[in-house]
């Protein structure tokens, strides 16, 4: 009767060779999958985080308070492209209660961790817990200062209209606008862009 041939230390070499070939790439696919689902739930979380931060801004400017005779709303065109400002009187403040004044603007700003990306866009915030007779200027507040609001947002412009036919780039009139027409501009690599009319009303319920 014939013996069962054994098998030699080359077949046996080739084959952890091939066993070990095979690990490594299943570990490499593994790792690129984890790396994406990870990039993607970076991405989702940032998407939501900027979805909410807009629906804010949509409300506030919804409840919109215009003083009578007194100006309730500046906006102002920034001097390069895409980088306008905004500050007006709300019902409905991020932090406070009552009537505030807020401002949004575009501004570049270093990240501190993360020097090696160099200076970057973001929109940034700021409230005031009381509001004066006269809108504050854009310059830094002790009781109200700029804020990063959010991070990569490249673009922020607005438009104003009095009847929703003829539009104009800066506001300052002792009446509120019709309609304010706003969009944001996230940066790379989301690139999302939010586009939206507004129409101003006193305390005007959330939708």
Same mark, same amino acid.
């Given at each position: 009767?014939?013996? $069962?041939?054994?098998?030699?230390?080359?077949?046996?070499?080739?084959?952890?060779? %091939?066993?070990?070939?095979?690990?490594?790439?299943?570990?490499?696919? =593994?790792?690129?999958? /984890?790396?994406?689902?990870?990039?993607?739930? @970076?991405?989702?979380?940032?998407?939501?985080?900027? %979805?909410?931060?807009?629906?804010? %801004?949509?409300?506030? =400017? +919804?409840? =919109?308070?215009?003083?009578?005779? /007194?100006?309730?709303?500046? !906006?102002?065109?920034?001097? %390069?492209?895409?980088?306008?400002?905004?500050?007006?009187?709300? #019902?409905?403040?991020?932090?406070?209660?009552?009537?505030?004044?807020?401002?949004?603007?575009?501004?570049?700003?270093?990240?501190?961790?993360?020097? @090696?990306?160099?200076?970057?866009? !973001?929109?940034?915030?700021?409230?005031?817990?009381?509001?004066?007779?006269?809108?504050?200027?854009?310059?830094?507040?002790?009781?109200?200062?700029?804020?990063?609001?959010?991070?990569?947002? #490249?673009?922020?412009?607005? @438009?104003?209209?009095?009847?929703?036919?003829?539009?104009?780039?800066?506001?300052?009139?002792?009446? $509120? $606008?019709?309609?304010?027409?706003? &969009?944001?501009? &996230?940066?790379? $690599?989301?690139?999302? &862009?939010?586009?939206?009319?507004?129409?101003?009303?006193?305390? /005007? /319920? +959330?939708?």
């Amino acid at each position: 009767m014939r013996k $069962p041939r054994a098998f030699t230390l080359l077949e046996m070499m080739l084959t952890l060779a %091939l066993v070990a070939l095979l690990y490594a790439m299943i570990s490499g696919i =593994l790792v690129q999958v /984890a790396r994406y689902v990870r990039v993607g739930r @970076e991405i989702a979380q940032q998407r939501l985080s900027f %979805l909410r931060e807009i629906e804010i %801004l949509r409300y506030q =400017l +919804r409840s =919109l308070h215009y003083p009578a005779s /007194a100006v309730g709303l500046v !906006g102002l065109r920034g001097s %390069l492209k895409g980088r306008d400002s905004v500050r007006f009187l709300t #019902s409905r403040g991020r932090r406070h209660h009552g009537v505030v004044e807020v401002g949004y603007k575009i501004e570049s700003y270093l990240d501190p961790k993360k020097p @090696e990306k160099g200076e970057r866009l !973001g929109l940034f915030y700021r409230e005031f817990p009381f509001r004066r007779e006269l809108m504050r200027t854009m310059e830094e507040f002790e009781e109200g200062r700029w804020e990063l609001l959010l991070a990569d947002t #490249s673009l922020l412009t607005l @438009e104003y209209s009095a009847s929703g036919q003829v539009w104009q780039k800066e506001w300052d009139g002792t009446i $509120p $606008p019709r309609i304010v027409r706003l &969009r944001v501009d &996230r940066a790379k $690599p989301s690139n999302d &862009r939010f586009a939206f009319d507004v129409t101003p009303g006193v305390g /005007a /319920a +959330r939708w």
